[in-house]
């Protein structure tokens, strides 16, 4: 089966005391990585998919949780989404090193992140 999701995202107001939380609640490993511009934390969790934390890049928005899922075309995968209704609320960014980010809404209003990795 195609499309996983292969990382999933939170994007809060407070990275601390989300970290501070999560790294209570579970048996997650919290690593500080060199992002650019804003400090991002990769969340390790073993086995399954693991995600990262940082501070919403949305001023005044909630807190939210973005899944991230696998698309062999970032560009045309992106298009399709907004051509079958979707919002574009971030397009085709690259993440240096790593591959290419889009997030969207889908026509209920839920969002998600396409991802596309330089490796795949």
Known sequence: MGNPFVHIELNTADVAKAKAFYGQLFDWKLEDVPAGEMPYTMIRVGSGTGGGMMTNPMPGAPSV?????????????????????????????????????????DPTGAVFGLWKSKSS
Do not use: C
Not at 78 to 84: D, F, P, V, Y
């Open 65 to 105: 949780w973005i899944p991230y899922i696998e698309v062999p075309d970032i560009e045309s995968a992106t298009e399709k989404a907004k051509s079958l209704g979707a919002t574009i609320y971030k397009g085709v960014t690259e993440v240096m090193g790593a591959g290419w980010f889009s997030i969207a809404g």
